[in-house]
Structure formats: structure tokens, C-alpha cells
């Protein structure tokens, strides 16, 4: 299992926005976007989103996820690959978000904030150019 070392947890924590890979059972991947990733410790990440309920629906099924995010300026990030730990509840619109604008078809848009605990099992390089699908730890 690979570790999230100092360097790592630092480019992590300036990354802003990143990219959550979901799969259900029959391997229909759905991609959301994400901030806020935090480091727990060297094993485990978490993060808080508004997560559509396709990305809900196939962590029922498949608790695997991919976290992918890159720096802007030199094209080069990591992958994080692992499983989902825990999900838990936080806050409730109550069938209402401003800034989606559209009352009329709240149904569709999520009412929860969700926070996704993810234990981290292998971390890959990530980059526009060539790279390898190395474990940064081997």
C-alpha cells in the first residue's frame, strides 16, 4: 500500500479542483469534480462535495474510486487509487440551491453534502506527456 508522504500531502492540499472516477458493477464509469481534498494521514484522504446521485448510486455497488488531479503550470499530478471507507451526511438544502437556478427541477440536483473517506492504496503519476503507471513506491 503506498504512503502519502509530506511532498505529496502538499501538492494535494494546493491542487483546488479534482477528479472522482466511479464504476458500477457492470463497469459504467461516471466522473465527478471535486475540491477540497484533505489529508487524514499517510493512508487516508476525505473530501465534501454535492456528489450527483450517480456517483452515490455506484459507490453502493462499487466502493473503488480514482482521484486524479494536476498542476496547472507544469501538467504533471498524481492518481489516487483506493476504496471508500465511509460516507457520511453533512449538509441539507431542504430543496433548494440558488446557485444551481432552477427551483422548479430541484428533484435532479443533490439535497446532501456527502464526505468520502478513502483509504489510499496505490498512488500513480498523472500527466499530459509520458509517464508511467509505476506505484510511485516501487
Not at 29 to 49: I, M, P, S, Y
Not at 92 to 102: K, M, P, Q, R, V
Request: proline share 2%; glycine share 8%.
Amino acid at each position: 500500500m503506498s504512503k502519502i508522504t509530506k511532498q505529496l500531502k502538499e501538492r494535494i492540499e494546493r491542487a483546488g479542483t479534482f477528479f472522482v472516477a466511479t464504476s458500477n458493477k457492470a463497469g459504467i464509469v461516471h466522473l465527478a469534480a471535486a475540491e477540497g481534498l484533505r489529508v487524514q494521514d499517510d493512508e487516508n484522504v476525505a473530501f465534501a462535495d454535492w456528489f450527483c446521485f450517480k456517483t452515490l448510486e455506484h459507490l453502493t455497488e462499487n466502493p473503488r474510486v480514482a482521484i486524479g488531479f494536476m498542476d496547472k503550470e507544469n501538467r504533471k499530478g498524481f492518481q489516487l487509487l483506493g476504496k471508500v471507507e465511509a460516507v457520511h451526511t453533512g449538509a441539507i438544502l431542504d430543496g433548494f440551491a440558488a446557485e444551481c437556478g432552477h427551483e422548479e427541477d430541484m428533484a435532479q440536483y443533490p439535497q446532501e453534502q456527502h464526505e468520502l473517506l478513502v483509504r489510499v492504496e496505490q498512488i500513480l503519476e498523472l500527466s499530459t506527456g509520458p509517464h508511467s503507471d509505476k506505484d510511485i513506491e516501487e
